[in-house]
């Protein structure tokens, strides 16, 4: 099993892209995305194409909130998740359950 704290040692910019490779992927992919829909778009809509890329266009901010919402979600999860872990308990990943806290606002771990 490789060493899981190797990332809390040596040069902190070796580890950084790891992290930040999955973010990028996921804007490139989103782009991507919107970019096969103006060209399906443009290719099969005849006439009323303009309209077609112009709905294409508006919907581009309500599927890159939706996606960042969710990537959101799952880097706040990887947060509780890697304090459960951080703190050394015994089988930490069977016993987390997530729980509002005071505040209302973030999870955190028992």
Same mark, same amino acid.
Not at 72 to 91: H, K, M, P, W
């Given at each position: 099993?490789?060493?899981? !704290?190797?990332i809390? @040692?040596?040069?902190?910019?070796?580890?950084?892209?790891?992290?930040?490779?999955?973010?990028?992927?996921?804007?490139?992919? @989103?782009?991507?995305?919107?970019?096969?829909?103006?060209?399906?778009? $443009?290719?099969? !809509?005849?006439?009323?194409? @303009?309209?077609?890329?112009?709905?294409?266009?508006?919907?581009?901010?309500?599927? !890159?909130?939706v996606?960042?919402?969710?990537v959101g979600?799952a880097? $706040?999860?990887n947060?509780?998740?890697?304090?459960?872990?951080?703190?050394?308990?015994g089988a930490?990943?069977? @016993?987390?359950?997530?729980?509002? !806290?005071?505040? $209302? $606002?973030e999870?955190?771990a028992?």
């Amino acid at each position: 099993m490789q060493d899981q !704290s190797a990332i809390l @040692e040596g040069l902190l910019w070796r580890a950084v892209p790891r992290f930040a490779l999955p973010v990028v992927a996921t804007s490139i992919l @989103e782009q991507l995305s919107s970019l096969i829909d103006v060209v399906m778009i $443009g290719h099969f !809509s005849g006439e009323g194409g @303009e309209l077609g890329m112009a709905a294409v266009g508006a919907n581009t901010p309500i599927m !890159s909130l939706v996606i960042n919402l969710f990537v959101g979600i799952a880097l $706040g999860a990887n947060v509780v998740i890697a304090n459960a872990v951080g703190r050394a308990r015994g089988a930490p990943l069977q @016993e987390l359950r997530l729980r509002p !806290s005071a505040s $209302g $606002g973030e999870k955190t771990a028992p």
